[in-house]
């Protein structure tokens, strides 16, 4: 254990608990709950669970990372709504009237097809 911490700390990517590569990214359930597309973040996941959401075109799971300009579709009973992120919030909750701002509407269809 005496020379892998030092190689640990100096070649891991996670550093000061943050991974530099995804400083930009959201997990998928944190922004529909964020973003307030999903009232908490169990009904998020329950609607990843059940593959009703989507990013770029491929059924995702909660926790599948997202990132700005991702296309994110939710299918709810008979709607389909499609966003595109605009912004990952800094803090992990934002304000209500910001949370509209995290992304822009493409589409909400109703349909009987779902």
């Known amino acids: ?12 990517p996670f550093v000061l608990g943050r991974c530099q590569d995804v400083e930009d990214t ?9 973003s307030r597309l999903s009232p908490r973040r169990t009904v998020a996941q329950k609607l990843c669970d ?6 770029n075109d491929r ?10 300009g ?8 008979r709607i389909e709504t ?5 912004t990952i919030p800094d ?12 992304y822009e509407l ?3 269809i109703t349909s009987e097809d779902f």
């Open 1 to 12: 254990m005496n020379g892998m911490v030092s190689s640990l700390s100096i070649h891991h």
């Open 26 to 34: 959201m997990r998928l359930d944190l922004f529909l709950k964020a």
């Open 50 to 55: 059940a593959r009703l959401v989507s990013v």
């Open 59 to 68: 059924i995702a799971k909660a926790a599948h990372n997202v990132k700005t």
């Open 70 to 77: 991702d296309v994110i579709v939710v299918r709810r009973g």
């Open 82 to 86: 499609t966003v595109r992120v605009l």
């Open 91 to 102: 803090a992990r909750q934002p304000r209500r009237k910001d949370a509209a701002s995290l």
């Open 106 to 108: 493409i589409s909400e």
